[in-house]
């Protein structure tokens, strides 16, 4: 059975750590802390639970925190979290059975990190992220802000899922070390245009986003995933900008890049129906429901664009186009995905109302 050091960063992370720490019981052999400046009870928790707590004065870098935990590694194997990040019960498992199955020659384990849920507590948004890595590796973490683990070798990819559920305000932290990036004279890789640009967007910054995001585009030098995230959130910047057919360019821009992905075809789709247009409406949501799952990838996947989203749309469609028949069939698909999602059920006692002894219902309807 492999050993394990968990190596992580903190700050003020009092309320989740517990959670955090309590999930690799078992699992971690050692557990590092580097605390960046808390203020609150982190120490405190975090050696409640066994771990060796280093300081480290923050220099807006998180990369270099990490690397720092990373050198007070003493196990054969490093897995970092963060303090909002935690394994299930089955997961734990996993992870368990892992430990003791992990072919010899494996340098990296990724892991697939679930990043959000919906009303019934299935996985809407995740990626797969380097988690476990062999320490003899030296890998290293690159990048001051949205830092990724340089990785190589032999790979292996795990059934472990790690869970995040952020408990803490979003920020202008990483904005802020970007501006003084920039500020600086800084030239900025692609990968760091792109998140910057993601930056800006999030911080409602429409006009400086599309300016990061074109740059990107316009270098050449992104990573495929990045590049049809940027053309789809390039698209939702030019439609806050006020320019819909700028908007449109950038969702074609992503066919330069892969194969449609059922996001690119529902943001089509929506496009059109935005305009009235239900018929290449009606296309690009079916042809969202028809494409299969790429192969598994680092990128980011987003759930509802393949399942209720597109159906839930469809109903809408053909119900305009004069078919609710065919409409009542695709919101019934819809809540098969999400049974409880209010506009579905409104869309049921619609559909009731307008079929009469035409409805059709694909689950079970409650007796009177």
Same mark, same amino acid.
């Given at each position: 059975?492999i ?16 959670r ?13 802390i580097?605390d ?10 975090a050696?409640s639970?066994?771990a ?7 220099v ?20 970092w ?38 009303s ?18 030296n ?17 292996y990819?795990?059934d ?13 932290r ?34 400086e986003?599309?300016a990061?995001?074109?740059?990107f ?6 990573w495929?995933?990045d ?11 030019r ?10 360019? #950038? *969702? !074609?821009?992503?066919?330069?890049? %892969?194969?449609?992905?059922?996001? =690119?075809?529902?943001?089509? @789709? ?7 247009q ?6 690009w949501?079916?042809t969202?429901l ?24 469809? #109903? *809408? !469609?053909?119900d305009?186009?004069? %078919?609710p028949e065919k409409?009542? =069939?695709?919101?019934?698909? @819809? ?7 209010p ?26």
């Amino acid at each position: 059975m492999i050993e394990i050091s968990l190596c992580m960063i903190v700050r003020n992370e009092e309320n989740s750590l517990p959670r955090c720490l309590s999930s690799m019981k078992g699992i971690a052999d050692e557990i590092i802390i580097v605390d960046t400046g808390s203020t609150d009870r982190t120490k405190e928790i975090a050696a409640s639970f066994g771990a060796v707590i280093h300081d480290f004065a923050w220099v807006d870098d998180f990369s270099a925190a990490r690397n720092f935990a990373f050198s007070k590694a003493t196990k054969e194997y490093i897995f970092w979290f963060d303090a909002d990040d935690f394994l299930k019960e089955e997961d734990q498992a996993r992870f368990q059975e892992l430990k003791r199955t992990l072919p010899p020659e494996v340098d990296s384990v990724s892991m697939q990190y679930n990043l959000a849920f919906d009303s019934e507590g299935q996985v809407i948004t995740s990626l797969r992220r380097n988690r476990l890595v062999r320490r003899s590796c030296n890998f290293r973490w690159i990048g001051p802000v949205h830092e990724y683990l340089e990785v190589y070798g032999n790979l292996y990819s795990s059934d472990v899922s790690v869970t995040h559920e952020k408990d803490k305000a979003y920020t202008d932290r990483n904005l802020r070390i970007y501006r003084k990036r920039e500020e600086a004279g800084e030239s900025f890789s692609p990968r760091d245009q792109f998140y910057y640009a993601n930056e800006l967007r999030d911080h409602s910054l429409a006009a400086e986003a599309s300016a990061y995001y074109e740059r990107f585009l316009d270098g050449g030098q992104g990573w495929i995933e990045d590049n049809l995230q940027a053309c789809l959130r390039l698209a939702e910047c030019r439609q806050q900008l006020g320019d819909p057919d700028g908007a449109f360019a #950038a *969702l !074609c821009r992503a066919l330069r890049y %892969d194969k449609p992905r059922p996001e =690119l075809c529902c943001r089509l @789709a929506a496009w059109h129906l935005d305009r009235g247009q239900y018929t290449p409406a009606i296309y690009w949501y079916e042809t969202a429901l028809l494409l299969p799952r790429p192969a598994e990838s680092m990128g980011m996947w987003n759930g509802a664009y393949d399942t209720w989203l597109p159906n839930l749309q469809l #109903a *809408l !469609c053909y119900d305009r186009i004069g %078919d609710p028949e065919k409409g009542n =069939l695709y919101n019934e698909t @819809a809540l098969c995905y999400q049974p409880n999602h209010p506009s579905m059920l409104y869309n049921r006692e619609y559909f009731k109302q307008v079929l009469g002894d035409k409805y059709v219902s694909l689950q079970p309807q409650p007796e009177a």
